[in-house]
């Protein structure tokens, strides 16, 4: 997998919406701390844009994304927010100059379907906080994007769970919303995961949903190979009247039951205050212990 070139202080970030609807003042914090970096931050046209709920339309949202990549003075893309909308516009995108000369594209949940994507271009991405929800991230979350955009080594020592399964394992990191890879499967952007290491993370799902999209990645093979499994925050989930019966990690624990892959649950990762910022692409070395969890990068 090819890594973009890591940024360096006074070069130029854009921040773009492919997806939901933002303001410039929604944007005002993450402005702050890429100037408070050192770096120079380029709002994109799709910033306080609206049609609907997406920052634009379809046109708009990836002419601008298409200009930021093609710009030669942007070293990364810096994706204001998720929500819904990013899959619209995928096709548009003309990624021949960015498979040339990549540049980092930041962000999580929507753009899980541009990490998919140029995953199977082969090039790296950062599943990390987008300005949306900058401020309310822990200093942890805010400091691994600081120190994995300006290039610096990384390992995440974090407490083990009960219901983690053991084991060691190596393989790239891949993933991301649960909801959107499985939207992806039968897709261009759809993963393949053999010897990989699968992160997924949800918001405000019903329980019954998150069973459904497992058993479709199961039918889709994306278990078969894998090396394993981190399950990043699954928020503010839900039931029906007549319960599901399993709870979030009941229903994953049984999803991957016949595998032998080492499972993590409760990585800081997804929509949650604690969201740290990993690599997509990269291959890391993972420890899953009675204690506590280890990932590096190799």
Same mark, same amino acid.
């Given at each position: 997998?090819?890594k973009?070139?890591?940024? *360096?202080k006074?070069d130029k970030?854009?921040?773009?919406s492919?997806?939901?609807? %933002?303001?410039?003042?929604?944007?005002?914090?993450?402005?702050?701390?890429?100037k408070?970096?050192?770096?120079?931050?380029?709002?994109?046209?799709?910033?306080?844009?609206?049609?609907?709920q997406?920052?634009g &339309?379809d046109q708009?949202? *990836?002419?601008d994304f298409?200009e930021?990549l093609d #710009?030669?003075?942007? +070293?990364a893309?810096?994706?204001a927010r998720g929500?819904y909308?990013t899959v619209r516009?995928?096709d548009q995108?003309?990624?021949?100059? @960015?498979i040339? +000369?990549p +540049?980092?594209?930041?962000?999580? &949940? #929507?753009? *899980?379907?541009?990490?998919?994507?140029i995953?199977?271009m082969?090039?790296?991405s950062i599943h990390a906080?987008?300005?949306?929800?900058i401020?309310?991230?822990?200093?942890?979350? %805010?400091d691994?994007? +600081?120190?994995?955009?300006?290039?610096k080594?990384?390992?995440y020592?974090?407490?083990?769970?009960?219901?983690?399964?053991?084991?060691?394992?190596?393989?790239? !990191?891949?993933?991301?919303?649960? &909801? %959107?890879?499985? &939207? !992806?499967?039968?897709s261009?952007?759809?993963? #393949?995961?053999t010897?990989?290491i699968l992160?997924?993370?949800?918001l405000?799902e019903?329980?019954?949903?998150?069973?459904?999209m497992?058993q479709? !990645?199961?039918r889709?093979g994306? @278990?078969d190979?894998?090396s394993g499994l981190?399950v990043?925050?699954? *928020?503010k989930?839900?039931?029906n009247?007549?319960?599901?019966?399993?709870?979030?990690?009941?229903?994953?624990?049984d999803?991957v039951?016949?595998? #032998?892959f080492?499972v993590?649950f409760?990585f800081?990762l997804?929509h949650?205050e604690?969201?740290r910022?990993v690599i997509l692409?990269?291959?890391?070395?993972?420890?899953?212990?009675q204690d506590?969890?280890?990932?590096e990068?190799?």
């Amino acid at each position: 997998m090819l890594k973009p070139d890591f940024v *360096t202080k006074g070069d130029k970030i854009a921040i773009v919406s492919t997806a939901r609807k %933002i303001n410039e003042k929604e944007v005002r914090e993450a402005v702050y701390l890429l100037k408070k970096w050192g770096l120079e931050p380029v709002i994109g046209s799709t910033i306080g844009k609206e049609n609907n709920q997406f920052a634009g &339309s379809d046109q708009e949202r *990836t002419l601008d994304f298409q200009e930021m990549l093609d #710009d030669k003075e942007i +070293k990364a893309i810096w994706c204001a927010r998720g929500g819904y909308g990013t899959v619209r516009i995928i096709d548009q995108i003309d990624f021949s100059g @960015f498979i040339k +000369k990549p +540049k980092w594209i930041i962000g999580y &949940s #929507d753009i *899980t379907v541009l990490h998919s994507h140029i995953h199977n271009m082969g090039i790296c991405s950062i599943h990390a906080p987008m300005p949306i929800d900058i401020y309310k991230g822990t200093k942890e979350s %805010i400091d691994s994007l +600081k120190e994995i955009i300006f290039g610096k080594e990384q390992m995440y020592i974090v407490p083990s769970s009960k219901k983690n399964i053991m084991g060691n394992c190596e393989g790239q !990191l891949i993933g991301g919303n649960l &909801s %959107i890879l499985y &939207s !992806l499967c039968g897709s261009a952007s759809s993963l #393949d995961t053999t010897g990989k290491i699968l992160c997924i993370e949800d918001l405000d799902e019903y329980l019954y949903h998150i069973d459904r999209m497992l058993q479709n !990645l199961k039918r889709n093979g994306y @278990f078969d190979k894998l090396s394993g499994l981190i399950v990043g925050g699954m *928020t503010k989930m839900h039931d029906n009247n007549i319960p599901f019966g399993k709870k979030v990690k009941r229903i994953i624990l049984d999803s991957v039951a016949e595998y #032998d892959f080492p499972v993590v649950f409760k990585f800081p990762l997804g929509h949650i205050e604690d969201n740290r910022a990993v690599i997509l692409g990269a291959k890391v070395a993972m420890n899953v212990a009675q204690d506590q969890v280890t990932l590096e990068y190799i």
